[in-house]
């Protein structure tokens, strides 16, 4: 199975703020990775699909880049509906794996 | 505008069986895979597997935690996805989530149903 990692496993930001996670894969998976959102008691939501597309409807400030094994999600400038816990997952091949989430929460 | 609802959790004990549902409205339920994805109580998600479309065969393909335990079927004429689950174990708690395939990714999903395994 392809191991997902990422890390931070959690950060304090304030609003406003550039926040940068990162997801690196056990082999490559070129870029076939996604970037969820979950909110607390909510399902997860599609933010970023292959890498670094934009799901439609999700706001410009969220972006997605890499291939291969590393991947980087940045989100531009922090607001305050984005502290959530965020999760990468690997679509290259099943067992479909997810990281094992990044919390982001208020400085 | 696209519906995925599930339904069938509960308090099931240990070895017994639960089917889940997975109702959809919104699109053309045949043309997509449908994923199950599991979250224990203050864990993180876990894949649980999904069933493909039937031009592409129809298969499913499981995690390792459940295969010969679970099993995905989907009919097509009600746009409804079923995860079966036998031979439950406690550490099967979790609430069960049904989303929608593009192939890519998991994009639109169901609000969850709980499966509480316990004696």
């Known amino acids: 199975d392809i191991q997902m990692t990422q890390s931070p496993s959690s950060l304090s930001a304030s609003v406003g703020d550039r926040v940068t996670i990162t997801c690196r894969a056990s082999?490559?998976?070129?870029?076939?990775l996604n970037w969820y959102q979950q909110r607390p008691g909510k399902a997860p939501k599609l933010l970023i699909y292959?890498?670094?597309s934009l799901q439609s409807g999700v706001p410009s400030r969220f972006s997605g880049s890499g291939s291969g094994t590393d991947f980087v999600f940045t989100i531009s400038s922090l607001q305050p509906e984005d502290f959530a816990t965020y999760y990468c997952?690997?679509?290259?091949?099943?067992?479909?794996?997810f990281g094992q989430g990044t919390k982001v929460e208020i400085k | 505008e696209v519906q995925v609802v599930e339904s069938g959790g509960g308090l099931v004990q240990p070895g017994r069986s639960l089917r889940l549902s997975c109702t959809t409205s919104?699109?053309?339920?045949?043309?997509?895979?449908m994923n199950w994805v599991r979250q224990a109580p203050g864990k993180g998600l876990e894949w649980v597997g999904f069933?493909?479309?039937?031009?592409?065969?129809?298969?499913?393909e499981y995690a390792a935690s459940v295969i010969g335990r679970f099993t995905i079927s989907r009919d097509d004429s009600k746009s409804i996805a079923y995860l079966q689950m036998d031979s439950l174990k406690t550490e099967d708690t979790a609430v069960y989530y049904c989303?929608?395939?593009?192939?890519?990714?998991?994009?639109?999903w169901g609000q969850g149903t709980l499966v509480t395994v316990s004696s």
């Open positions: 292959t890498a670094s």
């Open positions: 989303s929608r395939d593009t192939s890519y990714a998991a994009d639109y």
């Open positions: 919104g699109f053309i339920f045949r043309d997509h895979a």
């Open positions: 082999q490559s998976i070129k870029t076939y």
């Open positions: 997952q690997q679509s290259h091949t099943t067992p479909r794996t």
């Open positions: 069933i493909g479309t039937k031009p592409n065969g129809g298969t499913a």
